[in-house]
């Protein structure tokens, strides 16, 4: 057996006496103090026959510590044929006495035994959600992407001898009490990731909340993307989204006070080493109401309007709590700076000027540039909080649908110009052979539920079902793109449901079109939701009518609180859509504007 603990900084101890080797690996790319180290525990359950140390290369026979640049060991085994070796292996980031104590957690259980524990306990969280159908494909491809739904974040806590919460930080190097979590990208996952745990698994969540206030005490920051610190990657402050939908939606049973005022020190700085925490080009955007394109700030409309929405989303968090007008004054005034970003006469957000003047040359087929990791065809419709105000922008609803229509429409074309050459997510673009919707990408994920606020949901219907078909398969090639920290597969789980979370920090969910016949949801309150549709096969994919504990229902969303009560709701499945659901403008869902109408 080999045991390579990298380069960088390492340490390996062979301890024959124990059947034991126990060290360290300082190996990383970014994101942790100086003092990392990953340390390891290893114990076989058979005495060594030889041993022997690797210093840099160089083995040295007998040795059993080592310390240097690159460490590693070797140990052999005398053996029969068949005979099978077993290694119980745990790791710390605290200690090397803690990867001890972590390495009880196995108990003197057999691997058999550990196995079906392991199996049992993914049981018991796929199992939250039951669904019923007669193709097995259908089954394999929507748990595969619960499965990966739940993966992250990480779980970056340990429990000392004594059962107490613990973790190193990855932001100050310290061992502190308390919940930590790591390995997410809030850029994609506050989209639909984190509603769903506030929907299905809260108590994780409450944890993770836990972790974020921690997060905030240790480095003066939240996260935006953690690995397993603070890393520079992606644009926005979505942070704001996750706290706030979490409150709104009734979690508690963490320090939300901690939280409300990192939200407010983020909204209004910029870590002083990391670009993407907090709000970079702030001064600009409190000042102007915009990221100017021309400041050497990459990405400017992508920032204004993920900047836009997350000030409204701790303009609602804010409310929650009961803070004062003054106070929420500024989040709720900038709550509408997207608008800033909108030129009338392509209907379209594009980059703007210092000096007020739109960028000039403007190619909405252009990814990058004043965008991330889209064009002006993908972002236009980050407006998640106000899509009656966009609509409004647009010139009504049959100008905006004609717009969003044009997505499907257009060719698969672009201008890869901005990255010098084509990245996966255009690449996958042009394999969809969607027009430009580009799925694989987040920030048009939500676009195709748009259509429940301008009247025309069976749009919706239509295009979430081709969605699901086309671009989720159980086969090896089965998956659209970057999953994103399992973003891209809650979307399907929650579109099999037939609802989707448009604008986290509100209650709602959208209505979409339902994919199986049955399907139940074990809610952590002991509630369940049946979501019924008899009639649905790939030809019935409109809804037609929807009834809730057998009443009719008009709406074209759900909300929160209801379904956390428990319900049986009837999709009536139709081969035709139904074009009159959904027009009465009291069924169609929240927009900041008729908020700030009331």
Known sequence: VVIDAFDKGSEVTIIPSERKIIGYTTKNNGGVPENFKNYFVIVF????????AVKNGTLKEGAESVSCDHAGAIVSFETQRGEQIEARVASSFISAEQAEINLKELGNNSFDVIKEQGKQ?????????????DNVDNMRTFYSCLYRSVLFPRSFYEKDAQGNIMHYSPYNGKVLPGYMFTDTGFWDTFRCLFPFLNLMYPKMNEMMQEGLANAYKESGFLPEWASPGHRDCMVGNNSASVVSDACIKGLGNYDIETLWQAVKHGANNVHPKVGSTGRKGVEYYNKLGYVPYDVKINESVARTLEYAYDDWCIYQLGKKLGKSAKELAPFKQRALNYRNVFDSESKLMRGKLANGKFQIPFNPLKWGDAFTEGNAWHYTWSVF???????????GKQHFNAMLDSVFNLPPVFDDSYYGGVIHE????QIMNMGNYAHGNQPIQHAIYLYNYSGEPWKAQYWIREVMNRLYTSTPDGYCGDEDNGQTSAWYVFSAMGFYPVCPGTTQYVIGSPYFKKMQLHLENGNTITLNAPKNSEE????NSISINGAPYSKTFFNHSDLLKGCNIVYNMSKEPNKQRGINEKDTPYSFTDELKK
């Open 540 to 543: 019935n994919r409109f809804i």
């Open 45 to 52: 359950n058979k005495p060594f026959k030889n041993v022997a």
């Open 121 to 133: 306990r993914w049981n018991d969280v796929l199992g939250r959600i039951e669904v019923e159908d």
């Open 426 to 429: 255009i690449r996958e673009m």
């Open 385 to 395: 909080h106000d899509v009656k105000g966009l609509i409004q922008l647009m010139g």
